[in-house]
């Protein structure tokens, strides 16, 4: 019989011990079960990625979380009202497939997120769960069927999301207009929030949004300058920015957000929430209603901004690198609204969506 020393399992002769040894060494074998539970040292990504400045030593073991973490179980006439309704309508909540630890005290104020344009991704965010590949042939009944799912489900604030669509030529625009303009005429009682994405920059694209007047337009950040290439590798922060600032020009709500605890300095989300302001208020647009002195003409800036935890969804994203203090967050929001932020909601829990109609109704008590 010929050999093929070339495949071990055909007649090779066995590794040497030090071959074997050198092997294990560089790529250890796990020892049953979850590796990264069973493994008492490794080597931590985090450093490598994003915060690079780190000497501490890492590893890629779960993290317990702190107890201000714990989020409270769902239950009450209000959240049983608005389940009751999401179920009876057939809608489909980013709430339920994300497991979010807010979901109770968002349906129990009558507060809900759903997804449009379907269910898979163009991008591979480091920090996103949603799957990623082509997505299936584009639904484009689906505002009518959203706006009719809507229409008498008693919900007092709607938060409509998307995936990011850059199969389209458009980025799914003309999709969102359409939705948001069903679903205003269907529930005219109703606030309406929408996450988008950034449509790879098309003015046009964004416009569509902008021209179905939603009431409150949102795109997250996620992240400090330092962090992008990682955490939004197709995305770009000044790009972002300049979305905020074209919504700002044009008089509407702007919204963004942030996640903290993937590898940023404290330094930089203060000089993130700088950087907001100074640049969505470079418009001739409407001016700050809230002049700072040897400022008082400047075009008003992004009006909302959530701070929230990072939690790493599993093994093959980015890294957790610290769970941060609630006091650290209290730190966040007074710091925002001194940068200019009209509001700021920033803590552990705190999601895009979360608390999305007080949000919207603090700007009213301001007199946006």
Request: aromatic share 4%; hydrophobic share 35%.
């Amino acid at each position: 019989m010929t050999t093929h020393p070339q495949n071990p399992s055909r007649g090779a002769a066995p590794p040497s011990p030090g071959a074997l040894e050198r092997t294990l060494a560089r790529h250890p074998r796990p020892l049953g079960g979850d590796p990264g539970r069973n493994t008492r040292a490794s080597v931590s990504l985090t450093g490598m990625i994003l915060n690079n400045q780190s000497d501490a030593p890492e590893q890629l073991l779960v993290k317990r979380k702190p107890p201000w973490l714990r989020a409270r179980v769902p239950g009450g006439e209000g959240f049983h009202k608005t389940r009751r309704n999401i179920q009876g309508h057939k809608l489909h909540t980013v709430c339920e497939e994300a497991a979010c630890p807010n979901m109770g005290e968002c349906w129990a104020r009558g507060v809900a997120t759903i997804m449009i344009l379907g269910d898979t991704c163009t991008r591979n965010c480091g920090f996103c769960n949603v799957k990623t590949g082509k997505p299936p042939v584009t639904d484009y009944d689906e505002p009518a069927r959203v706006a009719e799912s809507l229409r008498g489900a008693g919900l007092k604030h709607i938060v409509i999301t998307s995936v990011d669509r850059d199969d389209l030529p458009d980025g799914g625009a003309a999709i969102w207009a359409e939705t948001i303009l069903r679903v205003r005429d269907a529930c005219p009682e109703m606030s309406l929030e929408v996450l988008i994405g950034d449509f790879k920059g098309d003015e046009a694209a964004l416009q569509m949004v902008i021209d179905a007047h939603p009431t409150i337009i949102a795109h997250n950040v996620e992240t400090v300058k330092r962090c992008h290439p990682a955490v939004r590798p197709a995305a770009r922060y000044e790009r972002t920015i300049e979305l905020l600032r074209r919504v700002k020009a044009q008089g509407a709500i702007a919204k963004t957000g942030i996640m903290v605890g993937i590898g940023e300095k404290q330094h930089e989300v203060l000089e993130l929430f700088d950087d907001l302001v100074r640049m969505t208020s470079a418009h001739d647009g409407p001016r700050d209603p809230r002049p700072k002195a040897g400022n008082p003409s400047r075009g008003d800036p992004v009006d909302i901004i959530t701070i929230g935890q990072y939690l790493q969804p599993t093994r093959n994203h980015l890294p957790l690198d610290r769970w941060v203090h609630p006091d650290e967050f209290a730190e966040y929001e007074r710091a925002g609204l001194e940068a200019g932020i009209k509001v700021v909601k920033s803590g552990p829990l705190v999601r895009s969506s979360y608390l999305a109609d007080e949000q919207a109704d603090a700007l009213k008590m301001l007199g946006q």
